[in-house]
């Protein structure tokens, strides 16, 4: 999650929206020595945005903006400060269920 969000806000920090599946073709992005999937992606996004550290663009395409919020933390080098942080991490480091229904967060 703090990866993606370091991402974007080094990709459109002035809060320009931006496809985050360009994140998945960033060179060099591993969890756990693992490739980060668009599963995790997705959780990401989910838990960024309830959070309110990034902002959906209703678009055709997927398209997400940091928030103020969002731009805050990233130049804080914090993470986000609530109990769900872990709940967030687990969740994107997880597999899936199929089929899915809403993001768990």
């Not at 985050?20 to 990401?44: M, R, V």
């Not at 990233?74 to 991490?89: H, I, V, Y």
Request: charged share 20%; hydrophobic share 40%; proline share 10%.
């Amino acid at each position: 999650m703090d990866a993606f969000r370091r991402w974007l806000f080094d990709t459109a920090g002035n809060q320009q929206p931006v496809g985050p599946a360009l994140f998945l073709a960033a060179p060099g992005l591993y969890f756990a020595g693992s490739d980060i999937s668009g599963d995790d992606l997705y959780e990401t996004l989910a838990c960024l945005a309830e959070h309110k550290l990034i902002e959906r663009i209703d678009t055709d395409l997927a398209m997400v903006a940091i928030t103020p919020r969002g731009v805050s933390r990233a130049l804080s080098g914090g993470g986000e400060p609530t109990p769900s942080k872990q709940a967030c991490r687990t969740a994107s480091t997880s597999p899936a269920p199929a089929p899915r229904t809403a993001p768990a967060c």
